[in-house]
């Protein structure tokens, strides 16, 4: 079936530097990008998201990049803080379903 | 963004007792909810998704006599798990796509964390 792969399953960087996460989806009808933060025992929360029309998109901080032909789309962060510390999930819309399919998580910790 | 409640937000039973989740979308109509679980350090997996108005379609190996969903208005889904077992403790989170954000987007409750004893 199709599937969306994520890694690293875990990131540590330092207070300020970037973190990148990295995603790969297969059904090739995927039209839609979302990225979910989730803290422990939490909702989980968009926090950007990117169609299949767009190759980049920005948000102060937050960045994420498409690239459909390699079935390949990232989460930059950059400046990382100590409060960007939780569990990053991407997902790919399964077709024209509207139903996400989830990647496995990355939890990121920055450390101070 | 929209507003997504769920209720309750923790629930413990005993073996064998039914347990009803409800999911409601405060500020928009969802034409469309979807029902998660989530075990520790995992990812969420896609149980069900519930349309307004017509059955829930299950995702495979989701057994439908035990997780019983009904979608009765734009605003409001309800999960019950019928005759729960220890092995049905889980996080429970549904999700909201409808006209606020566009239908591809989904809003997330803030889950429900059901024990079974």
């Known amino acids: 079936g199709e599937n969306v792969e994520q890694h690293p399953s875990t990131l540590s960087v330092q207070e300020g530097d970037s973190a990148v996460i990295k995603c790969t989806y297969s059904?090739?009808?995927?039209?839609?990008f979302p990225w979910y933060k989730q803290e422990l025992g939490k909702r989980p929360q968009l926090i950007i998201d990117i169609r299949s029309n767009v190759g980049e998109k920005k948000d102060q901080r937050i960045a994420v990049t498409l690239n459909k032909t390699a079935k390949h789309f990232s989460l930059h962060i950059t400046e990382t803080q100590p409060e960007d510390s939780a569990v990053y999930f991407c997902?790919?819309?399964?077709?024209?379903?509207?139903?996400?399919?989830f990647g496995t998580g990355t939890r990121l910790k920055v450390l101070a | 963004g929209a507003v997504v409640s769920q209720h309750p937000s923790r629930v413990i039973c005993k073996s064998g007792t039914s347990v009803k989740i409800e999911c409601r979308s405060l500020d928009f109509q969802a034409t469309t909810m979807f029902w998660y679980r989530q075990f520790p350090k995992q990812s969420l997996m896609l149980m069900a998704t519930?349309?307004?108005?017509?059955?829930?379609?299950?995702e495979q190996g989701v057994e439908k006599d035990k997780f019983l969903i009904n979608h009765a208005s734009l605003t409001l889904s309800t999960l019950t798990v019928t005759s729960a077992h220890p092995e049905d403790s889980s996080f429970y989170i549904c999700s909201a796509g409808g006209t606020s954000g566009g239908v591809d987007t989904q809003y997330f409750g803030p889950g429900t964390r059901l024990t079974v004893l």
């Open positions: 519930s349309n307004e108005g017509s059955k829930a379609t299950y």
């Open positions: 059904d090739s009808a995927s039209n839609y």
């Open positions: 997902a790919a819309t399964q077709g024209a379903a509207y139903k996400y399919i």
